[in-house]
């Protein structure tokens, strides 16, 4: 296989397809892989496996996520089901289910009185526009936010964890990856 080195997508002989970002040869970075059969494989890639992603049935449930290289099994909740350790499946125990849906929603990042903080409104041009799930007022779960003119249109697409980047890449203007970010830390590329 060629040595590709940043953004693409490659498909597959039998029809499955990667889309995200490549080094050397080998997915590594954000990516989605869409199997033939419609199970979605989303998330972080590092030197070809998966490294902190999420499964999803071609119905959108979540059934087995990779947290830095492990992976655990869930139910249509969300909730852990079962890990694998040292090569045997060892199951768990369901928490009692909540309701807990998280909202969609748009808020800004901007720096007013010296802090960055979030706010309802904001100017897009100047400040960060972010859209996805929101908890508690703040970005969490799955999102993305583009920055306006005043910090050069930088754009991050990925996880969130109480209003932080958790899992997921940071992109130039022109689509050119800046960062990569595992579990809140930089990982350079």
Known sequence: ?????????????????????WKNGEKDGLGTETLTNGVKHKGVW???????????TSYGTIYKRFV????YFYDEDGN???????GEYIEQKSPTKTNNKK??????????NGNWEWYKSGNEKEDGKYEGELENGLPNGQGKIEYGE??????????WKDGEIWNGTTYFS???????????????Q
């Open 80 to 86: 852990v089901t079962g890990k694998w350790v040292n």
């Open 1 to 21: 296989m060629e040595k590709y080195n940043g953004q693409g997508t490659f498909t597959y002989s039998n029809g499955d397809k990667y889309v995200g970002s």
């Open 46 to 56: 590092k030197d070809g496996e998966p490294w902190n992603t999420k499964l999803y």
């Open 150 to 159: 005043g910090l050069s249109g930088i754009k991050y697409v990925g996880e």
């Open 68 to 71: 830095n290289g492990k992976y």
């Open 174 to 188: 022109d689509g050119e990856i800046l960062d990569t970010i595992v579990n809140g830390k930089s990982i350079k």
């Open 103 to 112: 909202e969609q929603g748009v808020l800004y990042h901007s720096r007013r």
